[in-house]
């Protein structure tokens, strides 16, 4: 069985980076899917942040594009989420999921952690 | 900037039918955009219930089907139940690895 969990601060003070691992357990991160991050500001919708490849391939929305970095660890088989120059709107759940690859829907979520950005 | 769209609320009696739908601002909705729908209660994380347009995904109920209608990707529940009041999401896939989520509709059960 697949499981993502994400993991990370919970507090982020405004203008630092916010950084979030997920660790991926039951299937290896190069064994060909795509890995995503996800977020929900309390109270609102989803939206996407980006994906990456295990190969180093990313693609991020381009509103947060300059903000963002995602990578890949496969050593420790895991993905990772930084978000710079965060402030209060960057509060919001942080989901890691996994995505088909070539039909680029989810099939497995992580839990989900709130990211709280707040002096 | 290419908008995706949802009603943001719908209500549906017990034992009736809804369709939700998922737009563009811009353009029409085609399999190529690989429609998927998700399913979320508060607190929870989102649960996956359909894919590339009407392909359901693993232990979903065959009350909830997806297709396109017009120019749109459509969310059907047919015979609504009570837990089935939740926020639907859709996702259309647009290319160059970018994926964009609809705002939600809150779907009411009464």
């Given at each position: 069985q697949v499981q993502l969990q994400e993991s990370g601060p919970g507090l982020v003070k405004p203008s630092e980076t916010l950084s979030?691992?997920?660790?991926?357990?039951?299937y290896f991160?190069?064994?060909?899917?795509?890995?995503?991050?996800?977020r929900q500001p309390p109270g609102k919708g989803l939206q996407w942040i980006g994906t990456?490849?295990?190969s180093g391939s990313t693609y991020y929305n381009p509103s947060l594009k300059s903000r963002v970095i995602i990578s890949v660890d496969?050593?420790?088989?895991?993905f990772s989420l930084k978000l710079t120059s965060v402030t209060a709107a960057d509060t919001a759940v942080y989901y890691c999921a996994r995505l088909k690859?070539?039909?680029?829907?989810v099939d497995y979520w992580g839990q989900g952690t709130l990211v709280t950005v707040s002096s | 900037q290419t908008v995706v769209t949802?009603?943001?609320?719908?209500?549906?009696?017990?034992g009736g039918t809804v369709t939700l739908t998922c737009g563009l601002t811009s353009g029409s909705v085609s399999t190529s955009n690989y429609p998927s729908w998700y399913q979320q209660t508060?607190?929870?994380?989102?649960?996956t219930l359909i894919y590339s347009t009407n392909s359901r995904s693993s232990g979903v109920p065959d009350r909830?089907?997806?297709s396109i209608l017009g120019n749109k990707a459509a969310l059907t529940i047919t015979g609504a139940q009570a837990d089935d009041e939740s926020d639907y999401y859709c996702v259309l896939y647009m290319g160059s690895g970018i994926s964009v989520f609809g705002g939600g509709t809150k779907l009411t059960v009464l």
């Open positions: 979030l691992t997920c660790a991926v357990s039951g991160i190069s064994s060909g899917s795509y890995w995503g991050w996800i990456t490849y295990h496969t050593s420790k088989n895991q690859r070539g039909t680029w829907y | 949802q009603e943001p609320s719908f209500s549906v009696s017990p508060p607190g929870q994380a989102p649960r909830f089907s997806g």
